[in-house]
């Protein structure tokens, strides 16, 4: 496979799904990488009961998992390292009820050792679209291991 700097679109979603395919939770709940290019990133959750509350609505654990990984994917892909999450914050502005949440993320800004992004999820139900949370992380490059 071509290297992230090389890849055409198609090669470089490849090879998110990839990353994604590695990471047990995400499997779990059955995250969906839908589009991924450099800085930005559209990842869905179906709902189910899995992911749900005792009242109906999507954990908002799993909202934030969504927040996180997004901004991780749009941050670590303009940066083009592999990066961690340094921080982010959340603003729940609505209960999640539908059929499928979509996160997409996208770089702010991006240096040599961090990366600011941003995150709207969405709640989808019939096709409609209604915002139910925000998110602002700091994206860092990771550390290297020995």
Not at 27 to 39: R, W
Not at 52 to 72: E, P, R
Not at 74 to 101: D, S
Not at 118 to 135: M, N, P, Q, S, Y
Request: include cysteine.
């Amino acid at each position: 496979m071509a290297s992230p700097a090389q890849a055409s679109p198609e090669q470089f979603l490849a090879m998110g799904r990839e990353v994604l395919a590695k990471q047990p939770f995400s499997a779990l709940i059955g995250a969906e990488l839908h589009a991924l290019s450099p800085g930005f990133i559209d990842l869905q959750v179906p709902v189910t009961d899995k992911v749900k509350q005792q009242d109906g609505f999507v954990h908002g654990g799993v909202l934030s998992y969504l927040a996180d990984n997004a901004l991780t994917f749009a941050g670590g892909t303009a940066m083009r390292v592999p990066v961690i999450t340094a921080e982010f914050k959340i603003n729940y502005v609505r209960p999640a009820i539908g059929e499928r949440l979509i996160a997409r993320a996208k770089a702010v800004h991006a240096g040599r050792s961090q990366a600011v992004c941003t995150c709207e999820i969405f709640a989808v139900t019939g096709g409609e679209e209604k915002l139910c949370a925000i998110a602002q992380g700091t994206i860092a490059r990771s550390p290297s291991i020995p």
